[in-house]
């Protein structure tokens, strides 16, 4: 089955540096790549998706890009704030499918 | 709407009783999921209900039942608990409509102890 792994499993940046969480994946029928931001004793909500027909996807400040041939795709946060942090999970799904599987997630902190 | 809602917030079992955590929705969603979240771990389905009337299992389903009850409520029953099942459990509810994939609502989470 599909297994995603995240990297890195914590990661502290100062106010308005990026920050770049990458997962790879290793179902190569795996077409839905979604990233959830969970902030602390809150339920994860999605923040921004890609499907595999797109490289890459802009939503304000954050981006995500996918690379189908080195099943891998990234997560970009510019301009960090204090209130980016959280913990961020990246999946994956294939078409047809329902089930997601997880990343083992990303610590962010953001210090001011 | 209130979205996603689950029952109870937080419980403490001893080992071997048993209980159900309740799930329901509101957005007519067809996909109902459970997962559970330990440190480290991430979300690991636990079991899913692609439609009213089907359940399947997920990666982690030993230990556990479910039922779709109807289109807008899902429960998740651990029949004789253990301390390996200490965890948050959330569940969630997708659209999903085949062939593509969709958003997943969380509920706000049951954190359980077993002693």
């Known amino acids: 089955g599909e297994n995603v792994e995240q990297h890195p499993s914590t990661l502290s940046v100062q106010e308005g540096d990026s920050a770049v969480i990458k997962c790879t994946y290793s179902d190569s029928a795996s077409n839905y790549f979604p990233w959830y931001k969970q902030e602390l004793g809150k339920r994860p909500q999605l923040i921004i998706d890609?499907?595999?027909?797109?490289g890459e996807k802009k939503d304000q400040r954050i981006a995500v890009t996918l690379n189908k041939t080195a099943k891998h795709f990234s997560l970009h946060i510019t301009e960090t704030q204090p209130e980016d942090s959280a913990v961020y999970f990246c999946a994956a799904s294939k078409q047809g499918f329902q089930k997601l599987v997880f990343g083992t997630g990303t610590r962010l902190l953001v210090s001011p | 709407n209130a979205g996603v809602t689950q029952t109870p917030k937080f419980q403490v079992l001893k080992t071997g009783q048993s209980m159900t955590l309740q799930c329901a929705q509101d957005?007519?969603?067809?996909?109902m999921y459970w997962y559970r979240q330990d440190p480290g771990m991430g979300l690991r389905l636990i079991y899913y209900s692609a439609s009213e009337g089907t359940t399947d299992k997920g990666e982690v389903p030993n230990g556990y039942n479910v039922s779709r009850l109807n289109k807008r409520e899902f429960s998740l029953r651990l029949e004789s608990a253990a301390p390996s099942q200490t965890s948050v459990y959330f569940c969630a509810s997708s659209e999903a409509q085949r062939p593509a994939a969709s958003e997943q609502y969380f509920g706000p989470g049951t954190r359980l102890t077993v002693t």
């Open positions: 957005m007519n969603h067809n996909s």
């Open positions: 890609i499907r595999s027909n797109v």
